[in-house]
């Protein structure tokens, strides 16, 4: 933890002496609530948000305990495979950023059923090699998943950017705390194994959501033309 302080302090560092000032444009406050309460695209992606993140984190949260219990990977190996999940995590980045300012759907809608696809086969992935397979594409999913969310948000709300990414950090929040909490429960009363099918019933409903909004925008389009 020393080690990691001392790189994040660095970082910081080259941040402050590289980066040229941006000063906060747009920025919204409290007042700005209910109106970005009255934009109901918004409010469903937010819905989205909780949904996702919550059938993540149910799965990420007890990863370890599957690795060893269902896959049978060693204690000692875990921490490579994680570190590997880590790694792969910077290419979703890489392509999120390259691809969302001209297909942020398609980066939306591949992500989100990517990641439906990964936890519904993590039940049955009981072998290693489709495990490690399934945690990278996980991996590169949920990376680039977060980066294109937080630019759709921002989007919606280009009026009061700093409160409609605060709500949006929030509800990731709540994601975390509720995934974990889930996952928990469903580790203690079903079993480890389950916890795949059960981050993927969370998925599901957020990508016909997702799928919901695309579809109404488009026959808007349509109509005005």
Known sequence: FKFIAVISALIALLFIVL????????TGSIKSIPELARNKILMRVYVMIILIVTGHFICYTYIRPYLHEVVG????TVV?????????????IFLA??????????????AVAALLACFALLGLAAKLPLAVGVLIIWSIAMSALGLAMQSWVLRLAPQAADAAISVYSSLYNVGIGSGALIGGLVVEHLSTDHIGFISAAFLLPAILILLSIHAKKESGEKQAE
């Open 73 to 76: 990977v060693e204690p000692s």
């Open 80 to 92: 490579y495979i994680l570190f590997v999940y880590g790694i792969t995590g910077v290419l979703g």
């Open 19 to 26: 980066l040229p000032p941006l000063p906060s444009q747009n």
């Open 97 to 110: 950023g390259k691809y969302m300012d001209r297909y942020l759907k398609v980066v939306l809608v591949s």
